[in-house]
């Protein structure tokens, strides 16, 4: 028998119920500004996937890049949550480091 594929599914499962956690958190503290942090893991995740052996190893960590990458994108429909009252606002945030490059950059979306 084959657990591979079942093992793929519950680990989806459960790094797209983080990236929902993660996203909230990161927007309540530090604001949507942070975006370009988590794309940039995400994208090195994906790379690295290219060069490893393994076939499920590389799986899981493409799954954890593609969620980092969505939570990345996901921050600015996070902040306008926030300001309507759906999740808790903090209006003490912490800026990123770079925050006059970064905001010069349109927050990407889906």
Do not use: C
């Not at 975006?35 to 960590?61: C, E, H, K, N, Q």
Request: neutral net charge; proline residues 7%; without cysteine.
């Amino acid at each position: 028998m084959m657990w591979e594929g079942l093992a793929l599914g519950f680990f989806s499962f459960g790094i797209i119920g983080f990236g929902f956690y993660w996203v909230i958190r990161l927007e309540r503290f530090g604001g949507y500004l942070w975006w370009p942090y988590p794309m940039a893991i995400g994208i090195l995740m994906i790379i690295v996937t290219l060069f490893l052996p393994d076939a499920g190893w590389s799986a899981l960590l493409g799954i954890t890049g593609g969620s980092f990458i969505w939570g990345a994108t996901e921050l600015k429909e996070q902040a306008v949550r926030a300001e309507l009252g759906w999740f808790p606002f903090n209006p003490d945030k912490k800026d990123p480091p770079g925050v006059n490059w970064i905001k010069r950059i349109k927050a990407p979306h889906l």
